[in-house]
């Protein structure tokens, strides 16, 4: 059962951490049906996913957010920023999108990988928002 409250508090962190962000910004989550799709090499349909989508100054960004920062979850994400980019017609900058990039008193530093094009924690994504 440890593993079970674990994982249903992380979700109910996460939840709360896209309430906020929305709170933050005015963004609203994006939907599964208005996230762009592209025919694989398997032949089959995938999402291309994200959390959020915006436009500032001209450019679109694709925004994934996540409370804390794990190189897995910074993988998983340029993936699907690198589908994005490869697989569909739109020109857009992906971000990730943190809390917080310190965790125990350590600050963390991502090395960013092919696909995404940063990863903020939300106040200097504010900071994009509200130049």
């Known amino acids: 059962m440890e593993h079970q409250s674990s994982n249903k508090n992380k979700s109910i962190n996460g939840r709360a951490f896209e309430n906020?962000?929305?709170?933050?910004?005015?963004?609203?989550?994006?939907?599964?049906?208005?996230?762009?799709?592209?025919?694989?090499?398997?032949?089959?349909?995938?999402?291309?996913?994200?959390?959020?989508?915006?436009?500032i100054e001209g450019n679109t960004f694709c925004i994934d957010v996540t409370t804390t920062f794990r190189s897995d979850r910074l993988k998983q994400k340029s993936y699907n920023a690198l589908m994005m980019k490869q697989h569909t017609n739109m020109n857009c900058k992906f971000y990730m999108v943190v809390k917080s990039l310190t965790e125990k008193g350590?600050?963390?530093?991502?090395?960013?990988?092919?696909?995404?094009?940063?990863?903020?924690?939300?106040g200097e994504f504010m900071k994009l928002l509200n130049p």
């Open 20 to 55: 906020e962000f929305t709170g933050l910004t005015g963004i609203k989550k994006t939907l599964k049906k208005d996230k762009p799709r592209f025919i694989n090499s398997h032949g089959l349909s995938q999402v291309v996913d994200f959390d959020y989508i915006t436009t």
């Open 106 to 122: 350590k600050t963390k530093k991502p090395i960013l990988i092919e696909g995404i094009d940063n990863v903020l924690e939300i």
